[in-house]
């Protein structure tokens, strides 16, 4: 059956290619973009929680982003932590950034633990490489860093004006990316005796929710989350995100409302004749709509689907040259970016369409 | 024997185009009847209002004042939605240009006009019958601009006989063709008016052509100047000279 949608499509070839491109483009940045930041929160929120335990606790008034969290514990809050009912084991954490690897600027969060405690409340530190935190001014990195950055161990790393030596790699997926004893980075930031928050475990047979219960009755006013829902508290708290995503979307579907309109435009002017000949075999205003936007849903699906390929080429781009950084492409996005895409690109095609179709028959026919 | 029924009727029919400020008009008052399964040709110096008339004749241009009816339905009464009704139900139109869709083949050219029409999908075969009437079954696949003008012609008639209209309009059907593509046009024009009894309004600047038609309506500065014959209407030595 005659498809004079599909014969334009692909008889007007840069014109098609071009509006496939800009729509795709917009997608695939809504994608990519939504996608890191998404990516990086979750994998963050993920790192945390496998940690292995099982309450975080934090001075009142903090953010789940622990980035945030200053030192404002006494480490000895932990010993009365510890004669809580149902806790079994503490580990106070010193928050630290390292801001400069190798002479580049990057921002890597450090702990500084207490290597039994931390080993208790949790997984622990998985060395795969050297002695791991044994000495003071060790330092160990965790796989993924290592090899992003070429840390070798046994190599010196200036950090807050002093010589630490790498000596261990462990195994990414827990915790942070750098590790260093919490007594160094007391000492190194001067918060002697200071942590930025807890992390707890539960005695066996007790259940999470009863230990945050007794903690929140202990200790009120402090915040205490427990890292079941740590990523949810994440999501919740992080500032700007979700304007940061609505932005991302209104501009992919501007893109597709303005690329559509500009493309569809230009075609109806140059298609003035052919749009008289149809009105002159007796096609109605409704058929030349119809018509139009049949075309530009075709440019927008195929925009779509060619917006999907480019955010996994984006994301294998990201995570090969970037390997610290993370690109969730979640189904939920896939959706919202093809309706996003297809509904701007129908919504530009909406006034060209209207103006094929307003056209006068006779003056479309002789135009030139 | 009772007398056809005016297919197509104008009354005080006039048509003033506004270019600026100045008022141009092309048809003043023509008072014209068609009669079903006649073929007329119209003829008259360039800019004398033929090819407007045709337009208002096909609804696809409304009159400043007057009436036009076809097959008694007044176009100046009815919405435009109406007018493009009327106008893909009854009327088939054949162009100088062809104005053939040039991105779709020769079967899609005649399927879409049927899609237009709304009427059951129409099938290849059906198709191929059509062009065989003009003669270009084997050319269904061919894009219009792989034919020849004359071959484009004939499948632009094709195309206006898809929906069996019972008008047919056609403006200067062979003024881009030579001599030998004219002949079969007309020929076939002719053929469709005598064998379909369809109403064929032609116009045509070539007495030639307009001598297969049963009347001629001579037009000059918008307005009837004459109706009969081409041998009542032209002297035979011109149309001879003219045909030439």
């Known amino acids: 059956m005659a498809n004079l949608p599909l014969a334009n499509i692909f008889n007007r070839k840069t014109r098609t290619t071009v509006g496939i491109l800009a729509v795709a483009l917009g997608v695939a940045l809504l994608l990519v973009l939504v996608g890191l930041a998404n990516g990086s929160l979750e994998e963050t929120a993920e790192r945390i929680m496998n940690v292995g335990a099982d309450v975080l606790f934090q001075p009142p008034d903090s953010s789940p982003f622990l980035a945030l969290s200053a030192g404002v514990l006494s480490e000895r809050l932990g010993e009365r932590l510890l004669d809580v009912p149902g806790v079994a084991s503490v580990a106070p954490i010193l928050i630290g950034s390292l801001t400069k690897v190798k002479g580049q600027s990057k921002i890597v969060m450090m702990f500084g633990v207490d290597k039994a405690s931390y080993n208790e409340v949790g997984v622990g530190l998985e060395i795969l490489e050297g002695r791991g935190l044994a000495r003071p001014l060790d330092l160990v990195v965790d796989t993924v860093l290592a090899a992003a950055d070429n840390i070798v161990l046994g190599e010196k790393m200036m950090i807050m004006n002093r010589e630490f030596e790498v000596s261990g790699i462990c195994r990414a997926g827990a915790g942070v990316r750098v590790f260093m004893a919490i007594s160094d980075m007391q000492e190194a930031t001067a918060q002697i005796g200071k942590a930025s928050f807890f992390f707890i475990k539960a005695a066996e047979g007790v259940s999470v929710d009863d230990v945050s219960a007794s903690l929140k009755e202990r200790f009120e006013g402090y915040k205490i989350t427990a890292l079941a829902r740590f990523s949810e508290a994440m999501r919740e708290n992080a500032l700007g995100l979700k304007e940061f995503i609505r932005a991302l979307s209104i501009f992919a579907a501007l893109i597709s409302y303005l690329v559509i309109l500009l493309a569809m435009y230009t075609t109806i002017i140059e298609r003035t004749r052919e749009i008289g000949i149809l009105k002159a075999l007796g096609a109605s205003k409704t058929y030349i709509i119809r018509l139009v936007m049949v075309e530009s849903f075709f440019i927008c699906v195929m925009g779509v689907v060619v917006g999907f390929l480019f955010s996994f080429l984006g994301r294998w781009g990201i995570i090969t040259f970037f390997p610290t950084l993370s690109v969730d492409l979640n189904p939920q996005w896939f959706a919202m970016s093809a309706l996003l895409g297809i509904s701007g690109g129908l919504l530009g095609a909406l006034y060209p369409a209207y103006r094929a179709a307003k056209l006068d028959p006779v003056e479309a026919l002789n135009f030139e | ?244």
């Open chain 2, 1 to 244: 024997m009772s007398q056809p029924a005016a297919i197509l009727k104008t009354v005080a029919l006039r048509k003033v185009y506004r270019t600026g400020s100045l008022d141009v008009p092309a048809l003043q008052g023509i008072d014209i009847e068609i009669k079903e399964g006649e073929f007329v040709s119209i003829m008259g110096p360039s800019g004398c209002g033929k090819t407007t008339l045709l337009q208002i004749l096909g609804g696809l241009s409304r009159p400043t004042s007057g009436h036009v009816f076809v097959d008694g339905v007044d176009l100046a009464d009815v919405s435009d939605a109406e007018r493009t009704r009327l106008r893909c139900k009854k009327i088939g139109f054949v162009f100088q240009r062809f104005n053939l869709l040039t991105t779709l083949t020769v079967q899609a050219n005649i399927e879409i006009a049927r899609q237009i029409y709304g009427g059951p999908l129409i099938s290849r075969d059906e198709v191929g019958d059509l062009l065989e009437i003009v003669r270009l079954r084997h050319k269904l696949d061919y894009k219009p601009l792989e034919l020849s003008v004359g071959e484009q012609q004939r499948v632009a008639i094709a195309r206006a006989l898809v929906n069996n209209p019972a008008i047919i309009l056609a403006d200067e059907p062979t003024g881009n063709l030579d001599s030998r593509n004219s002949e079969q046009v007309l020929r076939l024009l002719s053929d469709l008016n005598r064998e379909k009894k369809q109403t064929i309004v032609m116009i045509t600047h070539n007495p030639a052509a307009a001598e297969m038609s049963n009347r001629v309506i001579e037009m000059l500065d918008g307005q009837v100047l004459s109706h009969g014959t081409v041998a009542e209407l032209v002297e035979p030595e011109q149309a001879h000279s003219q045909a030439r």
